[in-house]
């Protein structure tokens, strides 16, 4: 077995140094790849040469690295080739890449017999494992589409998010990790078991269930969940807010997510966290408000800004850290109640997320103009 690991990694560095008819089409990828596997071959020898256990653990990271990066390289080329149009040097390259991706496969499976854990699941796939696994996953998404006639019309839209996020993350070129391959699959197997009915429970909670237990954390889900919940409880009394708010946020404390499963992984938050946080942030600025004398009146600060031009400053302050509240839906009620403008004495916690996400060129740069003011004030100083 040690021995094949060798030679395999010699043949594969020789196959690109001396291109066959096929490789010939890849003359730009051929020196960098085949200096990889000149790499590689070197620390796959060292390693299982009987050096001391650091030295084995610096090998192995490098064989690991080593085989990630060649399967980069081969995701770029395989992309290109697919872009070029139907012709010979096009279709050179594909079989190029495929052969080369499966012996990678082999070299990867000989190598995790040899040294188990040896290859990150966040190492890039090989394209062989990849592209079978696309079809697999897209057809998987496609029959998700069977649900949207079962789901309300508050849950259709999530179907589309989903199945927009596993197009974004398969685009031709990019590198898929064997744990991003692995969690699509699963995700999208237990996302099949929503139509099985549970006493007590609805697709629509089921299916919410479900990808938050998976921490399907795509911020795009995340966010639609809290706007379709401010949606929700938009008409109701402060206490009511406060009363459907405690009995959400006690439901999602109650999810219990499995281990080691996620969309994103750290630093991105989970699912779970961030839809968490946005309700606990609400039922907290709704008890302020609800403590507040009966007809108290809030002395606004007037800001000499658009309310396009204050959105965009406090979406920036927030994004940059210099504003520690992390949620911004909750930064926009306190904009609304303690800020007014040159447009507006009342500004709506609607109008100034609206501005925020959706800001127009000309309002960049007004407020280019008034920051550089500011920053020569201070230069002045």
């Known amino acids: 077995m040690i021995e094949k690991l060798v030679l395999m990694s010699e043949m594969l560095q020789a196959q690109l140094r001396y291109p066959s008819s096929e490789a010939s089409a890849t003359e730009t990828f051929a020196d960098t790849l085949a200096e990889d596997f000149k790499d590689l071959k070197e620390y796959i020898t060292k390693a299982l040469s009987g050096v ?12 690991s690295a ?13 992309a290109s080739a697919i872009r ?10 594909i079989r190029f890449c495929k052969k080369l991706s499966s012996q990678i496969e082999e070299l990867i499976w000989i190598i995790g017999v040899l040294a188990p854990g040896m290859i990150s699941k966040n ?24 649900l949207i006639p079962l789901l309300d019309e508050h849950c259709r839209p999530i179907i589309e998010i989903i199945q927009s ?12 990790s064997f744990r991003l391959l692995e969690y699509l699959e699963e995700l999208l197997e237990v996302l099949q078991g929503v139509k099985e009915d549970y006493p007590g429970t609805t697709i629509n909670y089921r299916l919410h269930i479900k990808l938050i237990t998976y921490n399907f954390n795509y911020p795009r889900y995340v966010a639609y969940c809290n706007g379709k ?18 009995w959400y946020e006690m439901e999602l404390r109650r999810i219990i997510p499995v281990p080691g499963k996620a969309l994103f992984e750290a630093p991105m938050q989970s699912a779970q966290y961030s839809l968490q946080l946005y309700v606990t942030e609400e039922i907290k600025y709704l008890q302020l408000i609800n403590a507040l004398p009966s007809g108290s009146n809030v002395d606004k600060i007037r800001l000499k800004l658009s309310v396009a031009e204050t959105s965009l400053l406090f979406l ?19 904009i609304s109640r303690f800020f007014s403008t040159i447009q507006a004495e009342s500004v709506s ?22 920051l550089l003011e500011l920053i020569n004030w201070l230069r002045s100083k």
């Not at 927030?318 to 949620?327: Q, W």
């Open 123 to 146: 190492n890039a796939a090989p394209l062989s494992t990849y592209l079978p696994a696309r079809l697999r996953i897209r057809s998987k998404s496609k029959a998700l589409s069977e």
């Open 316 to 334: 920036g302050m927030s994004e940059l850290d210099l504003i520690e509240d992390k949620n911004f839906n909750h930064l926009t009620l306190q």
């Open 52 to 63: 001391t256990a650091n030295t084995w653990q610096i090998n192995c990271s490098a064989i």
């Open 66 to 78: 080593g085989i990630n990066r060649i399967c980069t390289i081969l995701y770029s080329l395989y």
């Open 84 to 93: 070029s149009g139907d012709s010979p040097v096009r279709k050179a390259q």
């Open 229 to 246: 919940l401010e949606e929700k409880f938009g008409s109701d009394s402060i206490i009511e807010k406060i009363t459907n708010l405690s």
């Open 349 to 370: 916690k609607e109008s100034v997320r609206s501005n925020a996400y959706r800001y127009k060129p000309e309002t960049i740069v007004s407020l280019i103009k008034k």
């Open 165 to 176: 996020a596993i197009n974004n993350l398969l685009k031709p070129g990019k590198p898929v």
